[in-house]
């Protein structure tokens, strides 16, 4: 019996003959955090939108636990949007009880459950406070809360650190983490890199409405190879193509390639290897006029499967 909570199969989603989604298939694990990384405009939004039930597609089959999605019991998922929604005029604790006595939550269960979730993601104190009162990291945690108040099996969270500082971010991480620790099954989209890396069981690299590659962070960033990256920005990009056929002779390098008139070499012990990768460039008549070195990330996937950064 498959694993699978979603399952989509070939699926297509057009906008006036354009598709922002093309041919999409891939399953979602019960029980994982399933990340969807690219660009704004991917097509991220777009998918998990049709795989909730918002949108319809084109064409092609989504399944829900096996079944038609068009039969999804609305109770199982929860859905945070990427703008936040809810109701100003009242306090933290009245939105979270008016969409709790949606989901018809016996009263006694949705207090306590209202106080739990506060206290999870530090808004205890802002219990009795308008949320217009709030600052913009606080609405967001706040839109979380009520997209999980019903406890679904199903959480879907649509760029939920768009704009948060790194304290508000890292409130947002442990807390999808405890949906996870509950047994829930986590969906986000997210264009940034180290959201995915640090959140995501699995991540399904997206652009262009197609999938690219669908993995373990960890096995994703193998694709470019061991050791760390370095990246070469020379005076003149014309010189590029000559600059990398020279470098393919620097020992223990696992790839090489060129991406936004940049150079980017993977390699082991690449501290050590910089001298050298400096002379071999000065000696044939180039000047690097930027440098950097840093561990592989997920956007050099990206870079290596599209040859363009991920923020475009």
Not at 54 to 68: A, H, V, Y
Not at 240 to 265: Q, R, V, Y
């Amino acid at each position: 019996m498959s694993d699978a909570v979603i399952e989509l199969q070939n699926v297509v989603k057009k906008y006036d003959k354009i598709a922002v989604v093309n041919n999409l298939s891939l399953e979602v694990k019960k029980g994982e955090i399933f990340g969807f990384l690219g660009p704004n405009g991917a097509g991220k939004s777009t998918s998990i939108n049709m795989m909730v039930g918002l949108l319809k597609p084109t064409s092609g089959n989504i399944l829900f636990n096996g079944k038609d999605s068009s039969y999804l019991d609305e109770k199982e998922i929860g859905i945070c949007p990427q703008d936040v929604v809810l109701w100003n005029n009242l306090t933290c604790f009245e939105n979270l009880y008016m969409i709790g006595k949606m989901y018809d939550i016996p009263k006694k269960t949705l207090k306590e459950r209202i106080l739990v979730i506060l206290e999870k993601l530090h808004l205890t104190d802002k219990k009795d406070e308008l949320v217009s009162s709030l600052s913009g990291g606080m609405k967001r945690r706040m839109n979380i809360a009520m997209a999980t108040i019903h406890n679904p099996s199903v959480v879907v969270l649509d760029e939920p650190s768009e704009g948060l500082d790194p304290q508000s971010r890292r409130l947002l991480w442990d807390y999808i983490l405890h949906q996870k620790e509950l047994g829930h099954t986590v969906i986000l989209t997210t264009h940034l890199m180290d959201e995915a890396d640090m959140l995501s069981d699995r991540v399904a690299i997206i652009d262009h409405g197609q999938l690219l590659k669908l993995d373990t962070p960890k096995k994703l960033k193998q694709i470019i190879g061991n050791g760390d990256t370095v990246q070469l920005e020379l005076d003149n990009s014309e010189d590029n193509t000559k600059i990398i056929n020279k470098l393919k002779s620097i020992a223990d390098l696992n790839n090489i390639f060129e991406a936004d008139e940049k150079i980017i070499l993977v390699l082991l012990d690449a501290v050590k290897k910089l001298p050298d990768i400096i002379h071999l460039v000065e000696s044939n008549d180039s000047k690097i006029v930027d440098i950097s070195i840093r561990q592989n990330t997920l956007e050099d996937v990206f870079i290596e499967l599209t040859g363009r950064q991920l923020r475009e």
